[in-house]
């Protein structure tokens, strides 16, 4: 029976679609029922769409919240989580994680003492980034302004002038002898050697703040593990503790 009207279907005439009048060509194509079912179709989604967004915000509530609201942000019209801040950092875990309180302390201290007595043998007379003082000479006359000798006021030696400590007077010069290295050479060597210490002192201090730090942090732990009420009021980041705020209790 299928076959039969299979060889009916293909005696049948071809049913052709209307085209667009020839007044009309200048209009395109000439839109077909499913073309105006999609077209339809498509029109009535957007405006569900739109109505439920309407509703929505009709029926919103001022007071919402929700931590996504904080905690991402718009990139390229697209809502991305924001990245954290690291709290601590590799070396600081591991620190953590092996050592006690008591030791990284010890070690703290013992980096103090050092840094004192590296400051004792170095005055940071010249180090970098110290603030350049300034000196200000008064004198009467416009004439005394125009033959200013800077070597001439401070009684030394014009190559001198430009050292802000030891520089010696002109009678001093004279009447005793220089003690210390006067080669070039040994005064290379020793300039080397006290940027040298300089650079040691800068590590050890950024070492001890280091440690310092994660004193603080490992004893917050130990003060976490009380049972009292607390509230964090500051987030733990690398250069410091979370900050906690303890219900105050009266111990008998």
């Not at 079912?37 to 007071?63: F, V």
């Not at 200000?136 to 001439?152: G, P």
């Not at 210390?180 to 290379?188: I, L, N, R, S, Y």
Request: hydrophobic share 30%; proline share 2%; aromatic share 6%.
């Amino acid at each position: 029976m299928s076959s039969f009207r299979k060889a009916l279907k293909s005696n049948q005439r071809d049913h052709k679609e209307r085209s667009q009048p020839g007044f009309r060509k200048h209009l395109g194509l000439l839109e077909k029922k499913k073309d105006y079912k999609l077209r339809a179709d498509d029109y009535h989604r957007k405006q569900k769409t739109l109505n439920a967004l309407r509703k929505k915000a009709m029926c919103k509530n001022p007071d919402e919240f929700y931590f996504k609201m904080i905690h991402s942000q718009l990139q390229d019209g697209v809502h991305v989580i924001k990245d954290k801040q690291e709290e601590m950092t590799e070396e600081q875990k591991k620190i953590m994680r092996t050592q006690d309180i008591r030791y990284v302390e010890m070690k703290r201290v013992a980096e103090a003492k050092k840094i004192e007595r590296l400051k004792s043998e170095l005055h940071l007379l010249d180090a970098d980034g110290k603030q350049q003082n300034k000196h200000t000479f008064f004198v009467d006359t416009k004439k005394e302004v125009e033959d200013f000798d800077l070597a001439t006021h401070l009684n030394t030696v014009p190559e001198l002038v430009d050292r802000a400590y030891n520089r010696p007077t002109l009678d001093t010069l004279v009447n005793k002898s220089v003690l210390g290295a006067v080669a070039p050479q040994k005064v290379k060597r020793l300039a080397k050697k006290r940027r040298h210490q300089y650079d040691e002192l800068c590590q050890r201090i950024d070492r001890e703040k280091k440690m310092f730090v994660i004193t603080q942090k490992i004893q917050t732990r130990k003060d976490l593990q009380d049972k009292n009420k607390k509230v964090k009021v500051q987030k733990e980041t690398t250069s410091a503790p979370a900050v906690y705020k303890f219900e105050a209790k009266r111990k008998r």
